[in-house]
């Protein structure tokens, strides 16, 4: 699976379309689909995927463990209210549904941003917001590599990371 990575600002229109950036659809040309599974994301964004990723994403909920619990099932029922499969159009553009566009709170300036194996769709408000607060929760990228990319904390041997 190729990565999807960048910030690409976008704008939707009154009709919930929003440009697909170029290099994200040529990735999807790799992986031989222009159907993307849109969802609610976390923090009040869009998470969008490709089939592929879409397919080990669906089987993490279907698990036992949140098919046999009251709260697994209402989880996996509220993320995927709204859901839809989507296909780009030829102009290069999705759209989004009223559903998906409350939750992300999105009126017209977007934020398209890729996360590796999904990208994601935010309010440019709401981005921004989540960014600046995110500064102020602590701890430099350093810090937050260590603890969540290393199993100890960066020293000199890790410098070449």
């Known amino acids: 699976m190729i990565p999807y990575v ?23 040309k790799i992986e031989k689909s222009n159907l993307l599974v849109a969802m609610k994301g976390l923090e009040s964004c869009i998470s969008l995927m ?10 993490s909920l279907n698990t036992s463990g949140i098919e046999s619990d009251r709260q697994g099932r209402y989880f996996r029922r ?12 030829a102009q290069g553009r999705i759209q989004l549904n009223k559903t998906l566009r409350e939750h ?25 917001e989540y960014m600046k607060a995110g500064e102020f929760m ?13 199993s100890h904390g960066p020293d000199e041997t890790d410098s070449g990371r």
Not at 6 to 28: H, K, T, W
Not at 108 to 126: K, M, P
Request: charged letters at 25%.
């Open 104 to 128: 992300a709170r999105i009126q017209r300036d977007v934020v398209v941003y890729g996360i590796g194996q999904r990208f994601e769709i935010w309010s440019a408000e709401t981005f921004d």
């Open 50 to 59: 490709p089939l592929s990723a879409w397919e080990r994403f669906q089987a």
């Open 138 to 150: 602590g701890g430099s990228l350093e810090e937050h590599a260590a603890k969540y990319m290393w």
């Open 6 to 28: 960048g910030e690409y600002r976008q704008a939707c229109d009154g009709q919930g379309r929003v440009n697909v950036p170029s290099r994200f659809r040529e990735l999807l």
């Open 78 to 89: 509220a993320l995927l209210r709204g859901g839809e499969a989507l296909q780009i159009d």
